[in-house]
Nanobody, 125 residues
Framework: QVQLVESGGGSVQAGGSLRLSCAAS????????MSWFRQVPGKEREGVAT???????NYADSVKGRFTISRDNAKKTLYLQMNSLKPEDTGMYYC???????????????????WGQGTQVTVSS
């Protein structure tokens, strides 16, 4: 069955770090493209980082060098390590997965079938 459960959000000061986790079912974890998105009220959801089953990753320009997406195959978990956090990183962070290989697995991808419930990240200045 499809399962994506995020955790690890919280409140930190600017410059701090958080690690988000997305626990997936085996079925969901095997999907080609897994991603992290974020959204703030009144704005469109934006892609933050993506990861393919082949080990390729892609990042939004705004987080390059600060965020790292990774997978733990044994735990069927997707992670997002977030360092040097900024107030503009505040938002609800969603884990997502999609099995289709017909589109590139990049942060601009909009064809996403499965979503988690989200975890809130708040960065104060």
């Amino acid at each position: 069955q499809v399962q994506l459960v995020e955790s690890g959000g919280g409140s930190v000061q600017a410059g701090g770090s958080l690690r988000l986790s997305c626990a997936a079912s085996e079925y969901t974890y095997s999907m080609y493209c897994m991603s992290w998105f974020r959204q703030v009220p009144g704005k469109e959801r934006e892609g933050v980082a993506t990861s393919t089953t082949g080990g390729w990753s892609n990042y939004a320009d705004s987080v390059k060098g600060r965020f790292t997406i990774s997978r733990d195959n044994a735990k069927k978990t997707l992670y997002l390590q977030m360092n040097s956090l900024k107030p503009e990183d505040t938002g609800m962070y969603y884990c997502a997965a999609d099995p289709r290989t017909s589109r590139p697995c990049t942060v601009g991808r909009r064809e996403i079938d499965y979503w988690g419930q989200g975890t809130q990240v708040t960065v104060s200045s």
